[in-house]
Each structure stands twice: as structure tokens, then as C-alpha cells.
């Protein structure tokens, strides 16, 4: 008779269930991962307008650094994406127009060695969304850039974002 230890599979199911989909992974220090972006303000210029808003774009530079000792696993939409996949945060917790949609079949890492940067430029485009004609989130104002890694969420420095008048 074969007698199962359902505590044990319990266990066992509960350790899988911590995975990510790539990999298991030893956790990163957070404070030893840093995302900094090459500007504190930016000018988002206007790529069309219509009779109910006007959409804007602005690149960003972004670098992240991993100055811990473990290798860092950086999100990614797939296999094709040179980018990682980021969102952009407002500082005063209002809705930022420049979050993006992102549909993803699975999400894939970079894997960015201990000691070492990854530079990326980054097209923010606003609105994103819309509630009829009408834009979700503000487009000026303070924001974050948000990169998901094994270390977690990391936050870049603040920037603000303003419109030509």
C-alpha cells in the first residue's frame, strides 16, 4: 500500500507556487538595485491633435544598475522585446497617462550580471487610454519609471514631465 505524506506535498506545492514563471530565483536585495533615468524634467511634444486632446510622446534613458552579488532577472514582454517591460507611476498617486498596455503571451527576463548596467531608451507615449475621447490619467506633473525584477519592483528617480504651451 503506498501512503502519501499530504503534508509534504503540501510543502512541495507551496515551494512551486513561489517560482516565477522562468525560474526559481534567490531573492536580490531591492536597496543594491538602482534605476535612475538621464533626466529630472522632460518635454512631452505633441504627435497629434484633435478637437478632444492632444497625444504626446518623450523619450526617456534609462539605466538600471545591479550592485549586488546575485544575478538580477529583469522582466520582459517576450523573447523579440529589446526592452524590459516598465510602467510609469505618478508621484501623487493620481493616474499617469503614460502607463502602458502591455499583453504579454509570457514574461521573459533579461538577466543583468552582478556589477553590471543595462541602458535603455524608452518611447513614452500619452494617452494610452481613453475613456470614450476622453484621456485616462494626467500627462504633466511628477513621475515614476518602474522596472519588475528578481528584486522586486524598483523604482526610479522622480521626473516631471511638462507640455509645450
Known amino acids: 500500500m503506498i501512503r502519501i505524506h499530504w503534508r509534504r506535498v ?9 517560482c516565477s514563471v522562468v525560474a526559481c530565483r534567490d ?16 518635454v512631452a511634444y505633441p504627435t497629434e491633435s484633435g478637437p478632444e486632446y492632444t497625444a504626446y510622446y ?12 546575485e544575478l538580477l532577472y529583469v522582466d520582459r514582454c517576450d523573447l523579440g522585446s529589446s526592452t524590459p517591460k516598465y510602467d510609469v ?4 498617486r493620481e493616474e499617469s497617462s503614460f502607463q502602458p498596455i502591455w ?6 527576463a533579461f538577466e543583468l550580471p552582478p556589477g553590471t548596467e543595462r541602458v535603455d531608451t524608452l518611447l513614452l507615449f500619452s494617452p494610452t487610454r481613453l475613456a470614450g475621447n476622453t484621456p485616462i490619467g494626467r500627462t504633466e506633473g511628477a513621475h515614476q519609471l518602474l522596472f519588475t ?17
Open 27 to 42: 531573492p536580490v536585495s531591492p536597496t543594491s538595485v538602482t534605476l535612475r533615468t538621464n533626466a529630472t524634467q522632460y
Open 10 to 18: 503540501a510543502a512541495a506545492l507551496s515551494g512551486l507556487a513561489a
Open 103 to 108: 499583453a504579454c503571451p509570457a514574461t521573459i
Open 89 to 92: 507611476r505618478r508621484i501623487d
Open 58 to 69: 518623450l523619450a526617456i534613458i534609462a539605466t538600471l544598475r545591479n550592485d549586488s552579488d
Open 149 to 165: 525584477t528578481s528584486a522586486g519592483t524598483i523604482r526610479s528617480n522622480a521626473f516631471s514631465v511638462l507640455t509645450p504651451e
